[in-house]
């Protein structure tokens, strides 16, 4: 009876979770065709007019872009924005987008782009062109709680019965001094 309300539950979890992250997608989708670049910038989601200051190989290969407002511009620093590191980014130049990264790295003056380079081979970033960068629907929180909903949903049939618990400890667990602590104290034992 408890893993079937458990296993409802992840189900419609699950449905809402696929339901706020399309929506999510879409308002990201609907932003970059009927807002202004500028309007964009206002509301802290876009980086205008930047430029390449460095490029160098981080770990695993990616390629490790910084970029800094164009010279001349608002005095070097970038404008108030609500880019944090482990954004999802898209570059663009003039014309259309050029690779998909993760910000690894903001200051006040600098913004810095991790890029997978097996993706994005081709990445050619010229030190003197204008690039932008637009903050995405981040899918790695979607994949966290799609895996965490996943884990939920095997777990009813690990439960002991009556329990009342939706999560217990791990069984190897059980042994540890202080997970055995904290399994009788649940329990009565």
Request: net charge neutral; aromatic share 8%.
């Amino acid at each position: 009876m408890a893993s079937a309300a458990v296993e409802n539950f992840v189900t419609k979890q699950l449905d809402l979770l696929e339901l706020e992250r399309d929506a999510e997608v879409e308002e990201r989708r609907s932003w970059q065709e009927n807002i202004s670049l500028k309007e964009l910038q206002s509301r802290g989601v876009c980086l205008l007019k930047l430029q390449v200051s460095s490029q160098q190989t981080g770990l695993y290969g990616r390629l490790l872009v910084t970029f800094e407002p164009r010279r001349g511009v608002s005095a070097g620093v970038l404008p108030s924005n609500s880019f944090t590191s482990g954004d999802i980014v898209g570059l663009y130049d003039e014309g259309s987008q050029l690779a998909t990264g993760i910000l690894t790295r903001i200051t006040q003056k600098s913004v810095t782009v991790a890029f997978d380079e097996a993706n994005d081979f081709q990445l050619s970033l010229d030190r003197e062109s204008s690039y932008r960068l637009v903050k995405l629907a981040n899918d790695v929180t979607y994949k966290r709680l799609k895996k965490a909903a996943g884990f939920l949903q095997r777990l009813p049939g690990r439960l002991p019965e009556g329990s009342g618990f939706v999560c217990a400890v791990p069984e190897g667990a059980r042994h540890h001094p202080r997970a055995s602590w904290h399994w009788e104290n649940y329990h009565g034992g």
